[in-house]
């Protein structure tokens, strides 16, 4: 059982927090690429509870500088975007990418004051459409191989949305392989023809039957855990007859990333990311292996159940997260409608901001959640104590990491791992740029 004080440790990430200090030793989502194609790339940040500014300066460089000027304080969010870097309106201080001050134009003549003050800024580097920030101490760690960063960029499409609830109750739902069965029972099914962008809605790979009627109709699967090098790997196993099961392997990247399979082709890598202690955004990579995204399909769909600027959810708490008991009756178990991230949205936002896990009580299908919360509590305890962080990355390792593999299949029940691992491998293999390691 997971105690009162525990629950505070492993919930709560702002400046001087355990959490906070060990989240800050990993690159962190800040924003979507997108959000700075306007003609003033300049957009407020708020991450791991910090206020910052993130702009695009002439050769293109991002910086991500803490938002008060730091001569009095004015915010930097109305800076102007001019001579290599951000001027602050209130007294035209300059400040490059790095947080370096340039120019302190009101001082008088000669002055050389400029050169010795640095603002507090953040090193950014982009990702397959997302900005990632480093908001720890030294030299940030490499980015690790994996498919969501080193496939072409036809084949990637990254996009997020906010949710009111904190961080570690968005991420558990993702290391729960058990919900879907229930969360995101579909009464009916339909063809998997209109299944393109749409979470459990396509066909297992190597099979016409539908994910929805196998979650349906097969509720209790056996989950087994798996070590890896950048986490853990989740092999649950749904036992279709005597000779066939389906398998459908997920996986998590400490410290809050989940890599699961959408569709035969395509998979999910999504982070869990604090804006502050009751609230976060969930930024999603999409990685296909065939064809080439069609991101404006994408973007429309996500679009439909959210709201710009600020990718809010069009559904909340305030209007019950457009449950309908009519929908409940003939269409989905929850009522929540056809869109599966409303209801991980209910899931996670109706326990309240922080829920008190002193008071659950958790069964043996929740294995990865149990997992899960013994790596978080084991890397606190090593930052606590000046250690490294867990799954730490050099160069050379990066380059090798095992990419975690998502699979959605059908196969026999004789060779479970042979087969959904040659599943993954020919997916690999066929997209012309995967492979198994780095």
């Known amino acids: 059982m997971t105690t009162v004080a525990e629950n505070e440790l492993m919930t709560r990430i702002g400046p001087g927090t355990a959490a906070g200090k060990l989240l800050r030793q990993y690159w962190q989502p800040a924003a979507l690429v997108e959000e700075l194609n306007d003609k003033r790339p300049v957009v407020p940040v708020r991450l791991l509870g910090e206020d910052l500014v993130l702009f695009r300066d002439e050769q293109g460089r991002y910086g991500l500088l803490e938002r008060a000027c730091p001569h009095r ?19 035209g201080w300059l400040f490059d990418a790095t947080g370096q001050c340039l120019e302190q134009p009101g001082e008088p003549p000669g002055s050389r004051a400029y050169q010795h003050l640095k603002h507090r800024g953040y090193p950014c580097e982009e990702r397959s459409g997302v900005i990632f920030a480093f908001l720890g101490e030294g030299i940030p760690p490499p980015f690790p191989a994996f498919d969501c960063f080193t496939a072409p960029a036809q084949q990637t499409f990254a996009f997020k949305g906010l949710w009111d609830c904190n961080w ?14 229930f969360l995101h029972r579909f009464l009916s099914d339909e063809s998997t023809d209109a299944a393109y962008g749409r979470q459990f809605r396509s066909a297992s790979a190597h099979s016409e039957m539908p994910l ?13 855990i798996e070590d890896t090098d950048f986490g853990f790997r989740l092999v649950t196993t749904r036992d279709l007859s005597d000779s066939m099961s389906h398998y459908r392997i997920t ?3 400490f410290p809050e990333a989940i890599v699961i399979p959408m569709s035969a082709e395509m998979t999910i890598t999504q982070w869990h990311v604090p804006i502050d202690d009751t609230s976060c955004y969930w930024y999603s990579i999409f990685t296909s292996y065939g064809s080439r995204v069609d991101r404006e399909k994408m973007r429309s769909q996500r679009l439909a159940n959210q709201t710009l600027p600020g990718y809010l959810p069009k559904h909340n708490r305030n209007s019950n997260w457009g449950y309908d008991p009519r929908d409940q009756a003939t269409q989905t178990y929850t009522g929540l409608g056809m869109d599966v991230n409303t209801h991980d949205q209910w899931a996670v936002e109706s326990p309240g901001p922080i829920f008190d896990r002193s008071r659950e009580h958790l069964g043996k299908s929740d294995v990865g959640i149990i997992k899960y919360r013994k790596l978080l509590m084991a890397g606190l305890r090593n930052v606590q104590a000046g250690k490294a962080p867990p799954f730490a990355l050099t160069e050379a390792t990066a380059a090798r990491i095992e990419r975690p593999a998502a699979v959605d299949t059908i196969g026999p029940r004789s060779e479970p791992a042979e087969y959904w691992r040659k599943i993954e491998r020919e997916r690999r293999e066929s997209s012309g740029w995967g492979s198994l390691t780095g």
């Open 73 to 91: 304080g004015a915010d930097l969010c109305f800076g102007r975007l001019e001579s290599g870097g951000l001027r602050c309106p209130f007294h």
């Open 168 to 181: 570690l109750q968005a991420l558990e739902v993702g290391i729960d392989p058990i919900h879907p069965s």
């Open 212 to 224: 929805t009627q196998i979650l349906r109709e097969y509720p209790r699967p056996t989950i087994r």
């Open 251 to 253: 996986n998590l990247v």
